[in-house]
C-alpha cells in the first residue's frame, strides 16, 4: 500500500495522519481509502511527533468502501459511529482485539451476506452473528485450534502452536485446521 498524499477538498476539513490509507485527525477516525483489508492501528504518530491514540471510529468513515473485505479493530477502541461501515457491499468479517466498544445501531448496514463479527467471548449488538476466538496473532484469527479467519495484507506465515489463553504465558496448543471460509 502506497502512502500518497491526500488532499482534503474541504477549506473546514483537516487531518494529522495519513497511515496505510486512514485519514486520522487526533484520535479519530475520518475516512478510508484503500481496499482489501484494514487493520486500525492503536496509536498514531503525526508529522511533527505528536502521538495519537485511535478512539474512534467517526461517523460515515468508511462508508460506500465496497472494496473492504475485512477491518480488525485495536484493543482501546472507544466507539464506532453512525454508518461507519454502512454500504461496505464486500466487507465479511470485524475482528476485535479487546473490549467491544459502543457501536451505533446503524454502524454496519449493507454488508456482505456472510459478515461476521470475531470477539474474545462477548456479544455485538447490531444482529450480526458472532464467532468467538482465543487469540490473534499478525492478522490471523485463531480459536478451536483452527483458523478462523485473517485480517491482514500479503503472505502470512501459519504458526505450527498458538497461546489459547494470553493470562496463561507458555500454555501452546496446536493449530490443526484452517477453516474453510477463512
Do not use: M
Not at 479467519?149 to 493470562?167: E, H, K, L, M, Q
Amino acid at each position: 500500500i502506497l502512502d500518497l498524499p491526500v488532499v482534503v477538498s474541504s477549506p473546514n476539513e483537516s487531518y494529522d495522519v495519513y497511515h496505510e490509507g486512514l485519514v486520522i485527525r487526533g484520535s479519530e477516525i475520518l475516512t478510508y481509502v484503500g481496499g482489501g483489508t484494514v487493520a486500525i492501528p492503536g496509536e498514531v504518530t503525526d508529522a511533527a511527533g505528536q502521538e495519537y491514540q485511535v478512539l474512534e471510529i467517526g461517523t460515515h468513515a468508511f462508508e460506500g468502501c465496497s472494496q473492504l473485505a475485512g477491518v480488525s479493530f485495536p484493543e482501546y477502541l472507544n466507539q464506532i459511529g453512525s454508518g461507519a461501515f454502512e454500504g461496505c457491499s464486500s466487507l465479511t468479517r470485524a475482528v476485535y482485539q479487546g473490549n467491544i466498544p459502543t457501536v451505533a445501531p446503524d454502524a454496519f448496514l449493507g454488508l456482505h451476506p456472510t459478515f461476521k463479527h470475531y470477539t474474545l467471548g462477548q456479544s455485538v449488538p447490531g444482529g450480526y452473528p458472532a464467532e468467538f476466538y482465543e487469540s490473534y496473532v499478525d492478522g490471523l484469527v485463531l480459536g478451536n485450534n483452527e483458523v478462523l479467519t485473517y485480517v491482514g495484507g500479503g503472505t502470512v506465515s501459519i504458526p505450527a502452536y498458538y497461546n489459547p489463553d494470553p493470562r496463561s504465558p507458555g500454555w501452546q496448543e496446536p493449530v490443526h485446521f484452517i477453516k474453510d471460509d477463512a
